[in-house]
Every structure is written in C-alpha cells, then in structure tokens.
C-alpha cells in the first residue's frame, strides 16, 4: 500500500476520509470555490486537475478537467492520479465515490453552507486536508475581516430601503427558474443587504408568471454568461412575467460572474460589497 | 405431387447460384463475434488512466500480486463497465428489431416512440418517490427498484402504443410515430412535476442519470441487468420465427400455426424488460435499436433467427465504440455516451428515412 | 372427411354480414364459393378458417377448429389470402420457407423450389418479393402456403387448401396453371375451399358450390345444379344464360347473353 493510513477525526462538521501521514503532493480539487480557497493558501501548485466549475483563477484554466463535479468519470478521476481529492459538497455520483474508496485515494467532502461562517469553515476544512493550517488561518482572518466589514457597511442600509432582488437561474423557453431560499443566490442577497423577493419555498424552482408579479422585485440579480446585455436586459424585462415588476420599470438589472457571485469563497465577501453597491450605490 | 420423388428434388440446377442469406449471416455471426470480443479488449485496455491490461496479465500469468489502481482500474472500473456496455447494447439492438418485427416497420424504436420515456418516467418515479416506500421494502428490492419501475414504466407504454397505432393487426406508421411523441411528451409532463417535487440529492441522481452514462457501472448493476437481458434476448431469438411470419401480417400468422396473441405478448414483454433495466442502468441511449436493425437486415436479410442474434453481437459492439469514443475523446472528462450515439445514430437515421421516404406515408 | 359449417351469423356493429350459412365440403373435391361484391364469399371464409370470430359451428375433419392446436390447425391446412404486404424485404424463397418451417415438411430444403416450380416461378427464389407484380407475389403466397401443406393426404387424414380469390390477378395462363393446382391437390385425396369470381373457371374446376347472395346462402350443389340461369340472373341482378359446349366440355357461362336486353347500338 502506497498510504500507510489512519483516519483523521473530523473537526467540526466536515467529512473526512482516510488521510495521509505526509502532506498530499498531488491534488484534485472538485468545486470552483475549494479551488480558489487552494489557490488563495498558496497550494495552486499542488494541484493536479480540477473540475468543470473551477474556472478562477487563471492558471486553475490550464489544469486538466475531470468533467462535471456531479458527473466524474472513475477512471478519468483516477488517472490524474491525485493522492488527495478534495470536493465540495455533492459531488458524485455514487458510483464513482464508491470507487474512489476502492482506490484508497483519500476524498475530502468540504461543508457547503452559505453564509460567513459557512465560508470560514470551508477554509478550514481545506487548510487541514491540505496541511497548510497556518496559511488557512490567515486567510481565515482576512475574510473575516472583509466579512465583518461588508456586513458593517451594509447594516447601514436602512430597513425601509432595503431592496427585493430576484435571483434567476434561466429563462429557458421562457420559463423563469428562480431561487427561493437555502440557495447559494439567497445567501448573497442577504449578505448584500438585500431581501429575497421569493422566500416561500427552498431552492430553485421553475416559476409561474404570475408568482413572479406577485414577489415583485426591486431588482433581477442574474449570472454573466457573457454577450450583450442590453439587448439582453430589454428582452428579459419584457417577458410577460417580468414586465410589471418594479425591476422592469427602473431596469434595474444586476449581471456578475457567477462563480463570483455564488461561489462562496474567498472572494465572497467582495461579491456581497459589489452586490451591495450596485443594490444601493457607494456605501 | 404427393410423393417427394428424386427427379422433383433434382429440378432447379439454378439454385447453387441464390445467394444463401442465412448463410451469409451465419458467416457474419462470426465476424460479429470476433469483433465484439476485439472491441471488449480494446475497451479494457483503454481508458483515461495508464493503466496497462497486458501488464496486469503479465503479473496474473506470473502469480505477481496486482497494484491496487490495477486492481481498481481493471476489476471495478473497466471490467464492470464493459460488461454492463455490452449488456445494454445488445439490450438495446435487440429490443430495436424485435419492436420493429413487431410494428412491422423498421422505423419502430423503443427509444423514438416512446417506450425509453415510459421507461425513464418509471426510473425517475422511483428516484423521487422511493422515498415514501417502506424502509422494509426498500431495503428489500434495494437497488432492483429503479429497473423495476423503470420496466413497467416501458412495458406500459409500449402496451398503450400498440393499442393507439394498430388497428384490426396493421400498424399505422403515422399513428404510432404520433402516439410515440405523445407518449413522450406525457412522460416528460410527469417528470417534469417530479423533478419539481424533487429534493437536491435527488435532483443530482436525476440529472446524471438523466444524461445517459456508463460512467456509473458497477458490478450490482450489471449483475441485476445481466439476467434480465440475457432471458430477454434469449426469450426473442426464441421468437424469432413468429416474428417472420407476422411480416405477412396478423392473419397469416395464425394461419401459420404462430399463436399471435401470445407472441406479441412475450415481444412486448422482453421489449419492455429489455428496454427497461437498460434504461436503468444508463439512461437514454438513443439510435443503437435503429440503426443496428436496419444495417443488419441490408447485410443479410430481414428473417429475426438470425437478424435478433446478430444485433446483439453488433450492437454490444457499436455501444462498446460508442463508450471508448465517450470515455477517451475528452479524458480525463467524459462525453455522455447518448451524445455520442446521438451523433453518429441521427444521420444514420436520417439517411434511412431519406433512401425509404415511403415507409412513413403507409 | 369433411368440412362442415353449420348455421353461422355473423354481424359487425349493426350490420349483419352472415345469416344462418351452412357448407359441406368433401375431401377429395374442389369446392368453390361464389356470389356478387359484398355477398360474405369472403366473409365466410374468413369464419371458415376461424380468422373471424362466428356464431354456429365449423367442423374440420370432425374435430372444433377451436379444438385444434395452432400448430396442428397449421399442419392441417393452408390459408392463401387475397393479397400480402411484406413489412420487410424478404426474398422469394424466404418467404416460401416461412410456409414450410410451419408445416410438418420442414425438414426438405427442396420442397420450397417444387412449390414455385408448381406456380410456375422457377428461377425466382432469389428475387425480392416486394419487386414483384401483383400476380407474381399472389403465386409466391401460394407457393408458401403449398410448402406448408404439401401433401393432400397425411396418415390417411385429408389435408385442406383455403383459398380467397386465388386467380384474381393472374392472367389466364396462369389462372389455369392455379386451377390445376387445386384440381391435382383433390384428385389426390385433399380438399379445396375457394372463394372464386370467374364463374367460368369455377365451372371447368370445381366439384360443388355455394352460392351466396345478400349474407345468404342461394344454393349448394354440384355445378350443374347450380349454376343455372335463373340462379345466377336471380343472384347477380342481371340476365345470365348458362350452356354446354359441345364434345360434352361441361358446363360454361355465356355473358353475351346479358347483351341481348341491353339497347341495340346504333347503326353504323
């Protein structure tokens, strides 16, 4: 056997597998904000291949890509020959983690929560897997600052002005997929100071017009998928759902990255200031 | 007349020079054989890894204990995968003609009218709403629910298509194309509303599932599809005769000594079995039930006996080139092999519908 | 050994196709059924072989047909439909083996040749059916359905031939060629259920009638018995003369007779 093993007790919430004595030299990560985390520890060098997701920083671009974090192929997983995977949470399927276990290869699930703390503990769990504690302690420290700080700056927002956002998935044949709570995009939005225009049920769902008049937004919060977004924004705005909103009526429209936006990473605390601005201008 | 006298056997000096189709198959068989069994080592010996096939029989043959990632790549990854590979293959070439034996109609594919969707709307049942089953049962049928649902799913539609399109023992190809895209379009609804009922975990099983993959191939699948496909493919060679004579039609069958009724009962039957654990174990995989049929039948003639064994050999072997194409195009990613089969099936199809326009306007 | 059909009614929806129909047919005899468009020749037929479901009762040999098996029904008798769409390009000779793999001669690869040798298509076993004529592939059909059935006489029990419209779209060589298929196939001891229009043929071949008119039985009998002119005046709606030629030919139908009612063309 190629790592005399033993088995880490997990501190905290995250899921541990087996991992090795000496710190991993070859490393998988599977999610883009465990990326960046890696990244933003100095450990970019370690990494071998990413996912599909990972696509920040740059130099992650260049890494072989194993495919869709809820879609690896075993063999492909196996043949970068990582000594240590670390993923966020759903990454799959099944079959291919069963796998993986076969293979001895030490998987490490990183907690997805979406909120600060949520994010802190993600660093943590990295920081550990990858052995570099002091690193991950203080980039730990720097986001918590910039989260406290974001979170001062946007308490100042008073309660009336407070905004509704919607957050849409897609608008695919021109149906609305939006968010409503215990998502990612919700999360941003109450980091940001805004109030989710849909708190009525969790996740995404695809929604009916008339749902969508009724949560009357302040403002449509969408991924950049690139393109012209003029265009764009009058072609969203008059869809029938949205055109009596009162985010139609002001244009307000709200375009960022996506991983950006919804990575939940170091960088997030960041997205919620840029957010912010663009929901209520300089704070 | 009455008697077989020798001068009647003799006639015919010409006949020496009819090209022998069964015989031709027979010869194909063969051929067929040896391909799949070159495709099922070129499969297990390549893949994303670098893991080498010789090398770890070298160490077999030499009583040298193998490495863990041989071990891991060989026996839980390639291994299974090519075994479930051509299970479903087979599955799905099989369940092509005989479908098409069937309708009477070479355009009749258990993925184009409808069966596949029936069979994913029972997969996708099972994955939502499994949940609300005893813990007891589902610990009991365990990883047998999903194909089992997925069965009655196909074996349903394929029941409802056959009453909507044939009418006193004809098949209006028109109707059942219609019926077909109905049908899915039925299935879609309802999946629709389960993947809105749907929680994250199982939206995740839903979409890769979705995708039509062997990326998930393991052992407990192949062993659950394996006997199910076999007795399938076993149960139509088995029906292969009936199925002849029904291409002259329903009456004629009978008159034949074929007892019709039964017949197309046990095709449905290991149509939707077939249909349905293969569409279970990987999802959709469109095009391998047409396109092997009617090559097949161009190469050597329609008669099932030995069309039925032979689109099980080529399309074990077609899926097997699909899934090397599928597993090392993009490694260390994979393509979905339903995109690959989409790709090179659809034009296939699409020229066998522009050598044949007359087929659809009977 | 006979066929026996007794007091069937058929009725589709609200319209009734048969009523109170009964046939003999002896073994050993060509029986033809014959009667103007929409009569229920083929109708009767098709309840004669037990293709459409009947009230009364049909006795093949002395047994139900219900009684049989489908394999021994198919070993017993051959039916010939009027016309056969193939759904897939199956060759002349595959389409004969069809016939022989479900009768009891499966085991000579030779007969299927005789059988088209009888039908007159020699050389035609490699030719794809669905490039035939009409007449053609009415030929290769019964060429299958003799491959099936191709002695008239097994362990002493008749075998039978069910035939709809066999000459239908043949020309009259061929016609004839057809009729004295199903002459020898009686001679030798089988017998022979056809469902004719040309009342000619029927009158050179055949050993019995029926006759049916409006879902009815008009007559059963030997040829001459029946067809008589006020029969078929009475059954066709139209003026009908039978005769004999001379030399003692048998009997012959004269449609020239139905002219003479018919206005006398101008003058040229």
Known sequence: MRHPSFTLLAAGAFVVATLPVQA??????????????????????????????????????????????RALAPEGVLSVNPDLIIAEAGAGPVETLDVLTQAEIPFVEVPDAYTGDGILAKIDAVGTAIERPDAARALRDKVAAELTEVAAKVASVRQDDRKRVLFILSTRGGRVMASGTGTAADGIIRMAGGTNALSEFEGYKLMTDEAISQAAPDVILMMDRGGDHGASNTELLSMPA???????????????????????????AQAALTLAQSLYGAL | MVALTETDRSMGASRAEIPDRRRQARKLSLVLVCLLALAIVINLALGASGTSLWGALAKLASGTPLDMMERVVLWDIRLPRVVLCTLVGAALAVSGAVMQGLFRNPLADPGLVGVGAGAGLGAILSIVLGGFLPVALQEFFGAYVTPAAAFLGGWGSTLILYRVSTRGGRTSVATMLLAGIA?????????????????????????????????????????????????????????????????????????????????????????????????????????VGIVVPHVLRLA???????????????????????????????????????????????????????????LVDQ | MTLQATHINLTLGQKSILRDVSLTAQAG???????????????????????????????????????????????????????????????????????????????????????????????????????????????????????????????????????DEPVSSLDIAHQLTVMEITRRFAQNGGGVIAVMHDLNLTAMYADRVQIMHAGQSAGAGPVPEI?????????????????????NAGVFVLPQAARQTAPAPPAA
């Open chain 2, 300 to 358: 050597t003639g329609p008669d099932h006996g030995t069309l039925l064994p032979n689109a099980a050999l080529l399309g074990a072997t077609l899926l097997l080139g699909a899934d090397l194409i599928s597993r090392t195009l993009i490694a260390p990613a994979e393509l979905p092999i339903g995109i690959v089969t989409a790709v090179l099936g659809a034009p296939v199809f699409l020229w066998i519908l522009l050598k044949r326009r007359g």
């Open chain 2, 183 to 287: 049908l899915g379009a039925l299935a879609g609804a309802v999946s629709g509303v389960l993947i809105y009922m749907a929680d994250d975990q199982q939206l995740r099983d839903l979409t890769f599932w979705q995708m039509g993959s062997l990326a998930g191939a393991t052992w407990e699948k192949s062993l659950i599809a394996g006997p199910v496909i076999v007795l399938s493919i076993a149960g139509a060679t088995w029906l292969a005769h009936g199925l002849n004579c029904l291409a002259l039609g329903e009456a004629a069958a009978a008159h034949m000594g074929i007892p019709v009724q039964r017949m197309k009962n046990a095709a449905i039957f290991s149509v939707a079995a077939a249909t349905g654990v293969a569409v279970a174990a990987t999802g959709g995989i469109g095009f």
């Open chain 1, 24 to 69: 991993a030299e070859r490393v998988l990560s599977i999610g883009g904000s465990v990326t960046e985390i890696i990244y933003a520890l100095g450990a970019g060098d370690k990494l071998v291949a990413r996912d599909t997701t990972s696509s920040y920083p740059e130099p992650a671009l260049d890494l072989p890509d194993v495919g869709y974090i």
């Open chain 3, 227 to 247: 067809l008589t002119d006020s029969r078929l005046s009475q059954v066709y709606g139209c003026p009908l003369r039978t005769s004999v030629v001379p030399q």
């Open chain 3, 29 to 163: 005899e060509v029986t033809a059924i014959v009667g103007p468009n929409g009569s229920g020749k083929s109708s009767l037929l098709k309840v004669l072989v037990g293709e459409q479901p009947a009230s009364g009762e049909v006795l093949l040999n002395g047994q139900t047909l219900t009684s049989y098996r489908p394999w021994e029904l198919a070993s017993l008798r051959g039916v010939l439909p009027q016309a056969t769409v193939l759904a897939f390009p199956f060759t002349v000779l595959e389409v004969v083996r069809l016939g022989l793999a479900a009768g009891p001669d499966a085991n000579h690869p030779d007969l299927p040749f005789e059988a088209l040798a009888q039908v007159d298509l020699d050389g035609y076993a490699g030719r794809f059916y669905q490039e035939l004529s009409g007449g053609e592939q009415q030929r290769v059909q019964l060429a299958r359905v003799l491959a099936q059935v191709w002695r008239p006489l097994r362990e002493g029990r008749p075998c039978w031939l069910f035939l």
């Open chain 1, 242 to 268: 949205l055109v009596t909103t009162p985010a139609a009526k002001t244009g307000a429209v709200v375009r960022m990255n996506g991983l950006y936006l919804l990575g939940f990473g170091p960088r997030t």
